[in-house]
């Protein structure tokens, strides 16, 4: 079976050991009546009927299963992650947007979703160079295709983006000035790599999580804004809102089944299902068009990462998986010390996936933060905490080596091209995007205040925070020290 | 036990000079000296991976290796003593750098095999590793531009293959494996006399000799001797094997000819066979049973 997920999550739930009788460790509530014997009668439709000594009859509850489960228990004999991951494609797209068409025909109209399409940065980067275009052309076409599909809205993480670095940034800020009393404070590693998270909760657990910063990544900011704000304007409740995201790996889909990211007040997810840059290429091959074909939509709103002073697309400073350390170190330098940095040298160590910048402040120790890209840097990086000898204040850890460009999802070199050439395409693509520093986007001051009543607001921490939470290895056959 | 126990001579005997205990919380499967002898490796099913520094004849856990998700099978160290290879259940084999300041880092994570990857040992005198595994196959690795990457797969064996030994020039590998066969491969260069394709700059290898018939179990450990080109089995029906290659042998089909067996050996399965590196014809034996044993071979 194919993995698709990063090195990461696939090191972390392997297992060639078949015991049949591991338990499950879904907590499904079996009610346990000792003493009763019933039979298990397989009806015709597949459902499972209990016939007690009695006669009686009673069907019964199917268990189920969802993804979170599995990613907590190592121990069934497949892969859990990768069966379960059909639940998120773009089959289940269509089904919402077969669905409104139904709706829309049988005159339900109320009963109606607003789909909303967010897509990524490295998505279209990845897409505009498989088909040629620039990354405003395959905005473009990319929200006419969606569109004609039956979608409402088509809007771009990198706006969100800006709220996860501008939060970001201060969290640092904030916690290196409690690093003198609190000893887990410093080093703040960073939390928009799902394929990162779930590797620190299954495998370090409650050692490593205190490091993390507890800001959201960009697409559950945008789950958010899409859940929250949008649908307010939108004069909907959350729960008649498809949030689907464009995500250039796997790991993605993950982040999205996430509990914390699940409103029990409307039973609907921030994001509700995430495709791949893979899978829209899946879907344009099956309506039988090529992206330059389609026809272009201009239409946007502030969600739509138009960002640019000139009105196009914007990106951020700092490479394709977000820019995290280049804005960190920025802001703490202007705040810290009250000086601006004009650009940042990036040394690279032991090989081009590891690089630390170390920037002079006049009166205190230098400000050092590295980039940790790919497993065996994450490896080193968590050992050299355990150890106690951290040297960096950040670092932005991605589970890709390359970075998020190179994700997984991505759309797959041509033949005869080799992975290097076209990752280095896509990189030209992403980085032809003119960069606009957060707080200047059109849009970012105006929902701070507007949606979350300003900066540093409760709403504000509970929109654009989350919490990790370590996962307890269940004693099982599988676990006994033989 | 999740003990470690150094032997020396001393006079005639064998004694046993230390007892490394508390390191591991589980079995060790494998232990490997450094070239220089300064230090020791010692691998664990508790998932770690030890380094003992010796120091005035007393040895020190100078640091402890962890990363991988379960049982780590092997232990290697490249022959300049910077690089240690670390393989695991987890299908995955680690390469670890030794820093300036005696700290060992992880230099690459290769995922390549499909499961329990049982062996892992550095070529005599390149940066190449090979491994072997419940997946029946052989890996080499090399380091390209940034990162380590499988470079052959060497597939012939119809199960595990436990363990593979260099022969002296680096130019051949022999495997043994829980199919009961002892399999030769030859390596051919680019631009090889034989006119073996290959690809690029990479060698081709190909398995010139299957040695079957020989052994009535699992083969669980295989040894060529540096010195005199000996190749010793361990096998899990008690016996030890020495071979040696014929006089009059083809290097693209060599013959290969069974020297001498010894019957019980163990009374149990015999797991590992080692010639010493010095001494030609002197070699250890451990087993099931849980002796280890010093054999002479005397050839005529």
């Known amino acids: 079976m194919a993995s698709n997920f990063s090195g990461a999550l696939q090191l972390t739930d392997l297992n ?10 879904k907590p499904v ?3 346990r009546k000792p003493g009763k014997v019933a039979k298990i009668r397989i009806e015709d439709d597949g459902s499972y009927m209990e016939v007690a000594e009695s006669g009686e009859e009673k069907k019964l509850q199917k268990a189920q299963i969802t993804l979170n489960d599995c990613l907590a228990c190592s121990g069934c004999i497949t892969s859990a992650e990768s069966v379960l991951i059909t639940q998120q494609s773009q089959e289940e797209l269509y089904n919402v947007l077969q669905e409104n068409l139904r709706l829309q025909q049988a005159s339900e109209v109320n009963k109606k979703k607003l789909v909303v399409v967010s897509i990524s940065p490295q998505s279209r980067a990845s897409l505009a160079t498989k088909y040629q275009l620039s990354p405003q052309e395959a905005h473009h076409k990319l929200t006419g295709f969606f569109k004609k599909l039956g979608v409402n809205h088509v809007f771009d993480t990198s706006f969100s983006r800006n709220f996860s670095l501008l939060e970001s940034c201060r969290e640092f800020v904030r916690r290196y000035y409690e690093s003198e009393t609190n000893k887990t404070a410093l080093p703040m590693l960073a939390s928009s790599c799902p394929g990162w998270i779930c590797y620190a909760e299954k495998t370090h657990g409650s050692y490593i999580l205190p490091y993390i910063s507890s800001t959201k990544s960009p697409q559950q900011i945008m789950g958010s804004l899409v859940k929250d704000y949008f649908a307010a304007k939108q004069g909907q409740t959350p729960d008649r ?35 791949t840059t893979g899978e829209v290429e899946k879907m344009l091959e099956k309506e039988n068009v090529t992206l330059g074909q389609v026809e272009g939509n201009t239409a946007y709103c502030v969600l739509s990462g138009f960002g640019s002073p000139d009105g196009g697309l914007g990106s951020h400073l700092g490479g394709g998986s977000g820019g995290y350390l280049e804005h960190v170190m920025r802001y703490a330098v202007s705040q810290i010390h009250g000086s601006s940095v004009d650009s940042l040298q990036y040394k690279t160590l032991r090989n081009q996936d590891f690089q630390e910048v170390t920037v002079e402040i006049e009166g205190k120790r230098p400000l050092k933060m590295a980039l940790a890209y790919g497993f065996r840097n994450i490896q080193n990086i968590v050992q050299k905490i355990k150890r106690g000898k951290m040297t960096y204040d950040f670092v932005e850890i991605m589970a890709c080596p390359s970075g998020c460009v190179n994700g997984g999802g991505q759309i797959r070199p041509m033949e005869g091209q080799t992975n290097n050439e076209l990752l280095q395409r896509v990189k030209e693509s992403y980085d032809s995007v003119p960069c606009v520093q957060p707080d200047l986007w059109p849009g970012v001051k105006d929902i701070y205040e507007e949606w979350l009543g300003g900066v540093d607001t409760e709403k504000a921490r509970a929109m654009l925070h989350t919490q990790y939470h370590g996962v307890e290895k269940v004693a099982s056959a599988l676990n006994i020290q033989w | 036990d999740k003990i470690i126990r150094i032997w020396g001579k001393e006079g005639d005997k064998w004694v046993c000079k230390s007892i490394l205990a508390e390191g591991h919380q589980r079995t060790i499967r494998s232990v490997g000296w450094s070239p220089c002898g300064n230090y020791l490796a010692s691998a664990s099913f508790d998932a770690t991976t030890n380094i003992w520094s010796r120091k005035e004849g007393e040895f020190e856990c100078i640091a402890s290796l962890e990363g991988h998700e379960n049982e780590v099978k092997a232990v290697s160290w490249a022959p300049t003593g910077l690089l240690l290879a670390t393989c695991s259940r987890d299908k995955s084999v680690w390469i670890w750098e030794v820093t300036e300041d005696e700290e060992y880092e992880c230099a690459s994570v290769i995922s390549s095999h499909t499961q329990d990857v049982k062996y892992a040992v550095w070529h005599p005198t390149r940066e190449m590793l090979a491994s072997c595994s419940y997946d029946n196959t052989i890996k080499l690795f090399k380091e390209e531009i940034d990162d380590w990457t499988c470079c052959n797969t060497l597939e012939s064996h119809t199960s595990t293959v436990w363990k593979i030994s260099f022969d002296q ?46 052994h009535n179990r699992v083969i669980y450990d295989v040894d060529w001797s540096h010195s005199n080109g000996l190749i010793v089995s361990a096998c899990g029906d008690e016996c030890i094997r020495v071979f040696r290659e014929e006089e009059i ?25 080692a010639w010493n590196p010095k001494e030609p014809g002197l070699l250890a034996s451990g087993s099931d049973d849980g002796d280890v044993k010093l054999w002479e071979v005397v050839l005529d």
Request: net charge negative; aromatic share 10%.
């Open chain 1, 29 to 31: 509530k079996i009610d």
């Open chain 1, 241 to 275: 809102i498809y949030h689907v995201t464009v995500m250039p790996c796997y790991d993605k889909k993950l982040e999205a089944s996430r509990q914390d990211f699940y409103s029990d007040l409307y039973g609907t997810r921030d994001v509700d299902c995430v495709i």
């Open chain 1, 16 to 25: 060639d050991f078949i015991t049949p009788s591991q338990e499950c460790v």
């Open chain 2, 169 to 214: 020039t680096g130019h051949r590998i022999v495997s043994c494996s829980d199919d009961k066969t002892l399999k030769i491969w030859q390596e051919y260069l680019p631009g090889n006399p034989e006119g073996i394709d290959t690809i690029g700059k990479e060698s081709a290898w190909k398995c010139v000799c299957t040695l079957s018939g020989y």
């Open chain 2, 249 to 273: 042998s083809d290097k693209n089909q060599p013959s290969f000819s069974l020297v001498c067996t010894q019957n019980r050996a163990h009374s149990q399965d015999v797991n590992s066979v």
